[in-house]
């Protein structure tokens, strides 16, 4: 029978298709005070990353021939690793992770939360409240438009503003209990779902991965994901030894803050797949490449015809994984999304805060689980390939795992005290200035401790892989 801190761990592990007798090489210790809340928070930071860590420890089996490594999940690394994002530092400056108008406002019958902190999103906010102003923080500021969109918004219920924002291609959703979200269309779809999905697509032959002291040594991964579960999910590959090399459009603004914290290890270009001669370079690339994880809200890339089955067809024996806020089924499923809309609008922002207001969790930690599982997906992938061959496909979603967390999760006794992020914090040079970031929790016998390399800047390596 499984022991209350192994149970998340047991869940995530059976929803990858893994062998159970596996979790028996699996502790857990450390203080485990650093993620309070009234949901089991801390219970899905331990889970996803001791899932994470089993599937790295499995794969590091296959490459070596040894035995599964033990794995040990230390609460105090999990969660600082759940903070990183607010605990990393340049030359001791801290990152402001939202901007003034991404957060809650009161509209006329309850709340309702917006996501403004890419300049594209700030203008449709903007536009579709009818609020002057521009993309450019400053000048949003200069014109009073926090003030000015707490008016409009006011004026409307929050149905209301969700509608009219996401019509207009910005981001807004209306505060929602946990009931509300329940007898909602997307809510019953997404509570039949499982906590994430694998799939063999085709008949490719088996991965002959070859021996390697890291469990992703030799492989390359295409990294087309944005803030945050996405990169979090690659920044771990890039830990165990994959070359990842993120791609981004060049017309779409990245915060290089938050390429700080999860560009660990990575490399980054830019290469606009709609013209010819940067898709060609994709296609060289899709070439050699063995992993390709994408976190565009869905239908975004497959217009670009980078469907799974496209992708399959072109190189076979990929594992190709997805993320996405909603899911890729339901009303909700073209929709953008973050986190924090996605914690408003299943219910946890009600259940984390008072009569008075909705409340947060403690850490972004829908994105960090999520990317965790993520990439636990893709590492049991290529475990299942060296043993039985095909394309691999992994899907997660953010409401799904949101759903694990409100319904599923029990919170696991540990004693909350003498939690100290200092302790996996450490120092180290970068293109960017001095960074402090958080050390990596993913951890079994013989794992690397720290990655590679620091982050670089967002969008200036060359489209290549390392060594090429």
């Not at 001791?50 to 609460?75: I, K, W």
């Not at 209306?174 to 779902?193: M, Y």
């Not at 089955?309 to 072109?314: G, T, V």
């Not at 390596?461 to 060594?467: L, Q, S």
Request: aromatic content about 6%.
């Amino acid at each position: 029978m499984d022991s209350p801190m192994a149970s998340g761990t047991s869940q995530a592990w059976a929803a990858l298709g893994a062998d159970a007798s596996l979790l028996d090489r699996v502790s857990y210790g450390g203080p485990s005070g650093g993620l309070p809340a009234r949901l089991p928070v801390m219970e899905l930071a331990r889970a996803t990353v001791a899932a994470c860590s089993l599937a790295a420890a499995e794969l590091a089996s296959v490459r070596t021939g040894s035995p599964v490594p033990r794995v040990r999940v230390d609460d105090e690394a999990v969660a600082t690793a759940f903070l990183s994002d607010r605990l990393m530092r340049v030359d001791g400056r801290a990152w402001s992770t939202f901007s003034p108008l991404s957060r809650f406002w009161r509209a006329a019958d309850g709340w309702v939360r917006t996501h403004a902190n890419y300049p594209h999103h700030r203008a449709r906010l903007l536009a579709a409240l009818g609020v002057p102003g521009s993309a450019d923080e400053e000048a949003v500021d200069a014109v009073d438009a926090v003030d000015a969109v707490a008016q409009a918004i006011a004026g409307l219920t929050a149905r209301e503003v969700e509608e009219t924002v996401y019509a207009a291609g910005g981001l807004a959703v209306a505060a929602r209990g946990p009931e509300d979200w329940a007898r909602s269309e997307q809510g019953i779809l997404t509570a039949g779902q499982p906590l994430l999905t694998t799939a063999r697509i085709d008949n490719a032959p088996e991965r002959m991965l070859g021996g390697a002291a890291l469990p992703c040594a030799g492989l390359r991964v295409l990294d087309l994901t944005r803030v945050l579960a996405g990169p979090v999910a690659t920044r771990t590959l890039a830990l165990l030894g994959a070359d990842v090399l993120r791609i981004d459009a060049p017309q779409l603004p990245e915060s290089q803050e938050a390429h700080n914290d999860t560009g660990m290890g990575k490399r980054s270009t830019t290469l606009d797949l709609g013209e010819d001669t940067d898709r060609r370079l994709f296609e060289e690339l899709l070439d050699t490449a063995d992993v390709v994880v994408t976190g565009y809200r869905p239908g975004a890339l497959e217009r670009l015809g980078l469907t799974p089955e496209a992708l399959a067809e072109r190189r076979p024996g990929l594992v190709i994984a997805q993320l996405s806020a909603w899911g890729r089924y339901g009303p909700w499923h073209r929709r953008r999304g973050f986190d924090s809309l996605v914690q408003v609008a299943t219910g946890i922002a009600a259940l984390e805060g008072s009569p008075d207001a909705p409340g947060t969790l403690p850490a972004q930690a829908l994105d960090h689980g999520t990317g965790y599982l993520l990439a636990a997906g893709v590492l049991r992938a290529l475990t299942e390939q060296h043993r039985t061959g095909g394309t691999r496909l992994v899907r997660v979603a953010l409401t799904q795992t949101a759903h694990w967390l409100v319904h599923d999760l029990a919170p696991a006794p540990g004693e909350d005290q003498g939690f100290d992020a200092e302790h996996r914090l450490t120092e180290t040079d970068s293109p960017m200035g001095r960074l402090r970031h958080v050390l990596p929790p993913v951890s079994y016998d013989g794992s690397p401790t720290n990655w590679a390399r620091p982050s670089g800047r967002w969008g200036t390596d060359a489209p290549a892989w390392n060594g090429a």
